[in-house]
């Protein structure tokens, strides 16, 4: 039988923030969601894409040599980058020592990624860390999330899941015997969550109360937009969600960043979502409006 593969964008070593203890987190490209303020555009697509770096780029020209379909052109001084032609081999990337151009994703199999994570198993064990799948969305690559944490259990290394929810629930049940901790996004309420993130909310809470009458070790993950989906009714959501969960180990606050602004600008998008920092009395009221409406514990 053919091994399961996937398109990895990036395997995360000594990660501190995606589950307990020093992790690897594997992110596979390729998302049913399209939030306006994604930190990583490039993980929406499922298929490999080049970020044209275009200030980086100092017109050696190596790239159109080296492209086989003749996407790269230069006029007049500009690099003209035809991306309907890509298909993603990367050839170019390669061949671009300035690093303007960057390849997001490679197709990996199941024991290339295995190889990779167990290099730092001593890690895991010695701080009670682990490997988290992530994306994009790992729900999407189903069978590949399957055989990749099958082999991770039998290696007794700790497992978590980052998602947003929104697969077929015969797709969750599936993983549940080989997943220690869920990672929940919740993006928006019911009212938002269409617009913001392109999907309607109902099915990924319905996934989300079953997972929960499962026992399932949850930690709900709430990315927070100032002026968009931060004001008191939308934590009051938060907090009566929380309350209706038994198995919610905590609240994780995430608050905006427009890291995805520069790399949606590489591959020439301009759907980013541009919004201010939050300032730290703002991200303080959160937290507080929580804790004095919930009694999950809350982090930010």
């Known amino acids: 039988m053919e091994e399961e593969s996937a398109v990895i964008f990036d395997i995360e070593k000594f990660a501190m923030h995606d589950g307990p203890g020093i992790r690897t987190v594997v992110f596979m490209k390729g ?15 499922f298929r490999p894409e080049i970020l044209l770096k275009a200030g980086e780029c100092t017109g050696c020209a190596q790239c159109v040599t080296a492209c086989p379909r003749k996407c790269h052109r230069f006029e007049d001084g500009r690099h003209i980058f035809d991306r309907n032609r890509c298909t993603g081999c990367g050839k170019c990337a390669e061949a671009c020592f300035s690093g303007a151009l960057e390849l997001a994703g490679k197709n990996m199999t199941v024991s290339q990624v295995l190889e990779d994570v167990l290099k730092d198993k001593i890690f895991y064990d010695n701080s009670g860390g682990g490997v988290t799948l992530s994306g994009g969305e790992p ?13 991770l259990k039998k290696h007794g290394i700790h497992t978590a899941i980052e998602t947003s929810g929104s697969a077929p629930w015969e797709i969750i049940s599936t993983l549940l015997s080989f997943v220690d901790l869920w990672l929940w996004d919740l993006k928006a309420s019911p009212d938002t969550h269409q617009k ?9 809470l319905e996934n989300l109360h079953q997972l929960d009458r499962t026992g399932a070790q949850i ?23 929380a309350d209706s969960l038994q198995n ?3 609240i994780d606050l995430e608050p905006y960043h427009p890291l995805g602004e520069r790399k949606s600008e590489y591959l020439n998008r301009s759907s980013f979502f541009r919004s201010d920092f939050a300032q730290e009395e703002r991200k303080k009221h959160w937290v507080d409006f929580l804790q004095n409406h919930t009694s999950v514990p809350i982090h930010i």
């Open 139 to 151: 729900l999407a690559h189903s069978e590949f999330s399957l055989a990749l944490l099958r082999e």
């Open 219 to 241: 930690i709900l993950r709430c990315p927070l937009v100032p002026g968009v989906n931060d004001d008191d009714s939308e934590l009051q959501r938060i907090a009566d969600l």
């Open 196 to 204: 913001l993130v392109g999907v309607p909310l109902d099915g990924i």
């Open 31 to 45: 998302c049913p969601l399209h939030c306006l303020w994604c930190h990583n555009p490039e993980s929406q697509s």
């Open 248 to 250: 919610i180990q905590r």
